[in-house]
């Protein structure tokens, strides 16, 4: 057994998510694949993954031993490219996940100036609302709004953002405009599914006191565009960030409620599991990301 290809391919399984797509990305037939991570399994004597028909995930050991072998398999390549005086040449497979208002409306320029200023890099861009597990999916990095999640994770603040409330002209002369947060408790409010204080908006006084108000209302969705766009049909009040409101209130589409209280702000962080060496292609992205906020 070639332990160090035994090893990849062990690694490949889990951050592909399964047999069949470890072999496509490798080259190798799934037989291959599995071949390769049972004769590992019989050198440790240790069962590495667990196995059903639908899917795959790795045993607490076999998480552990991933983490490892990420790492020296990560410290051999680096040692081998150094030796051709390539060590720190961005390359290879990027697999990044973004919030889908986020990219779709701030990232996607900058996604696409990031690939023409590294074309030996390809993007593998997965869109979710959702903190993302980094391990199940096969991630890299993320870029999150907010919340960082509760894995042992290194974040780099690249930005933030500020959350307003907004409605269209024709809610507000049906249903009467809110002058204080707490006006708000009457009115037809959108809850966002993925928020981290649940049904809670919360707003600042003039003293930067911090005011939670209690909202309710019949829609809740787990996509900020949505909720924008049925604020703009007449439908309530929505809460959300700067970069998917503004636009719509520049516009006249929406109307910028309680404009007198503080907006709450939420850093928006780059984040990448913990590691004693960060690859190239990571550092590339996060610098270069970190530089194109700083510059908007």
């Known amino acids: 057994m070639d332990r160090f290809e035994a090893m ?33 399994e019989a050198h440790l004597n240790v069962c590495l993954l ?17 983490e490892r072998c990420t790492q020296l398999l990560a410290d051999l390549e680096e040692a081998e490219a150094s030796v051709a005086g390539e060590a720190r040449r961005p390359r290879g497979r990027l697999r990044l996940t973004a ?23 390809t993007l593998d861009i997965v869109l979710s609302d959702k903190v993302a597990d980094f391990t199940e999916e096969g991630l890299d990095l993320a870029i999150r709004v907010g919340r960082v999640g509760s894995e042992n994770v ?21 249903a009467g405009t809110p002058l204080v947060p707490d006006d708000l408790t009457r009115h037809a409010c959108f809850a966002y599914a993925f928020s981290a204080t649940g049904n809670h908006w919360e707003f600042e006084d003039s003293r930067g006191e911090a005011l939670s108000v209690r909202i309710g209302g019949a829609i809740k969705a787990n996509n900020g565009m949505l909720l924008a766009q049925m604020a703009v049909a007449g439908s309530g009040i929505v809460y959300g960030p700067c970069f998917i409101l503004l636009p719509l209130i520049e516009r006249g589409l929406l ?27 990571v550092q590339a992205m996060t610098g270069f990301l970190a530089q194109w906020f700083a510059n908007q």
């Open 255 to 281: 109307v910028h409620l309680l404009p007198d209280w503080g907006a709450k702000r939420l850093p928006i962080h780059v984040v990448y599991p913990t590691r004693r060496h960060l690859s190239a292609k």
């Open 99 to 121: 919030s889908i208002a986020l990219a779709v409306l701030r990232l996607a320029p900058a996604f696409a100036a990031f690939s023409q200023a590294h074309p030996e890099i």
């Open 154 to 174: 290194v974040a780099r603040q690249i930005g933030e953002t500020a959350l307003l409330a907004a409605a269209a002209p024709a809610y507000l002369a049906r």
């Open 50 to 66: 667990n196995r059903t028909t639908r899917r795959m995930s790795p045993t607490a050991e076999g998480f552990a031993y991933f």
């Open 8 to 40: 990849r391919v062990f690694c490949s399984v889990i951050e592909a998510g399964g047999f069949a797509a470890a072999a496509d990305q490798m080259g190798l037939s799934t037989s291959a694949v599995s071949r390769h991570v049972a004769q590992l």
